[in-house]
């Protein structure tokens, strides 16, 4: 193997799948539990937890390429193979992978704590997500949150506490985590305190998925093409309750056979922006969501495909 060929390793390609949630005993190939680690940055924490104790399957979940290339490194330096990682923003990962009752703990060490109001919305810890963790977790599994920020801890008790799903420990002050993580180290060098929530999940709440089930790739098949048509729709827009979708651009291929049609969609806050194919074939034009710049077959993509070709129909 080639000094780089881990980085093609330990990461589920989360678009490619054919149906949701993950079967993670079939990705593992054994019956363990998971712990998932949510934002694990430089990966210290969760490679050190999956060193020490082989009888659980780890998760991670970043937003962040680099952190997921760092973690790749440290996983196959010590040939760990009990760890997955997903490039992708936890509040979607967790509800759309993971099935009711599957995980014993999520960990989150020194999440972003958006403190502006302006930018709360940014924050990990709202009703939803901690909705999503009352079905995902399994019964007195555990959420374990460190922060550097006690208003932090006290506002995401606060939304456990409200939920109700969930009994709360005190607010306690740590001297340090079981591994010290990079950004523990950073703020111990600025000489601030630790502060570790811990709430435990006692009943569920009903959640509703995006992805569930099988999916195919969304595809319509249209008679003839009106190129006018096909560029008044820049700019088209349609928001409903759940989702909206724009079209903000249309490129085409030189000989005129193929055009891609660039599109902004959201489902319940969570953002894609993806293409549209119109491709000639035999019979007329296929309008299907494009392969390559993958997108989740969420609702609001799979009516996207719905509308362009509707349009170019009438
Ligand atoms: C302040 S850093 C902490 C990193 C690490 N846990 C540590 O203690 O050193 C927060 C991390 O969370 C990640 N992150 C932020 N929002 C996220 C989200 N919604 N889903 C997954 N990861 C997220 C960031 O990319 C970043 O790596």
Redesign the pocket.
């Known amino acids: 193997m080639n000094s780089y060929s881990y980085l093609q390793m330990y990461q589920i390609n989360t678009k490619d799948l054919k149906s949701y949630p993950i079967e993670w005993n079939k990705i593992f190939g054994n019956s363990n539990k998971s712990i998932v680690e949510?934002?694990?940055?430089?990966g210290?924490?969760l490679v050190n937890l999956a060193k020490e104790n082989n009888n659980y399957n780890y998760v991670g979940?970043?937003?962040?390429l680099t952190?997921c290339h760092k973690i790749k490194k440290k996983i196959f330096q010590n040939n760990l193979n009990n760890i997955q990682i997903i490039l992708?923003?936890?509040?979607f990962?967790l509800r759309e992978f993971f099935s009711d009752n599957s995980i014993s703990k999520v960990i989150v060490?020194?999440?972003?704590p958006w403190p502006k109001s302006k930018h709360a919305k940014n924050r990990?810890f709202d009703e939803n997500f901690i909705d999503t963790l009352s079905s995902v977790l399994e019964v007195d599994g555990e959420v374990i949150l460190t922060t550097d920020v006690f208003e932090y801890a006290s506002d995401v008790k606060e939304k456990f506490l409200s939920n109700g799903c969930f009994k709360v420990k005190n607010i306690s002050e740590v001297q340090q985590l079981p591994f010290k993580?990079?950004?523990?180290k950073k703020w111990e060098n600025e000489g601030r305190k630790k502060y570790l929530l811990i709430a435990q999940k006692r009943c569920k709440k009903d959640i509703k998925r995006l992805l569930e089930g099988e999916f195919d790739l969304p595809h319509e098949k249209i008679k003839r093409l009106d190129f006018d048509k096909l560029q008044s729709l820049v700019g088209f827009k349609k928001s409903s309750e759940n989702h909206n979708i724009t079209i903000k651009d249309i490129y085409a291929k030189l000989d005129g056979s193929e055009y891609l049609v660039k599109v902004f969609s959201e489902d319940k806050g969570y953002i894609q922006s993806y293409f549209v194919n119109v491709i000639k074939i035999k019979e007329g034009w296929l309008v299907k969501l494009d392969d390559i710049a993958k997108a989740y077959r969420t609702p609001s993509v799979k009516e996207a495909v719905n509308i362009i070709a509707k349009e170019l129909e009438n």
Do not use: Q
Not at 38 to 42: E, K, R
Not at 88 to 91: F, L, P, T, W, Y
Not at 181 to 184: A, L, N, Q
């Open positions: 949510i934002g694990f940055g430089g210290e924490f979940l970043e937003t962040s952190s992708e923003d936890a509040k990962a060490n020194f999440p972003c990990l993580t990079r950004y523990e």
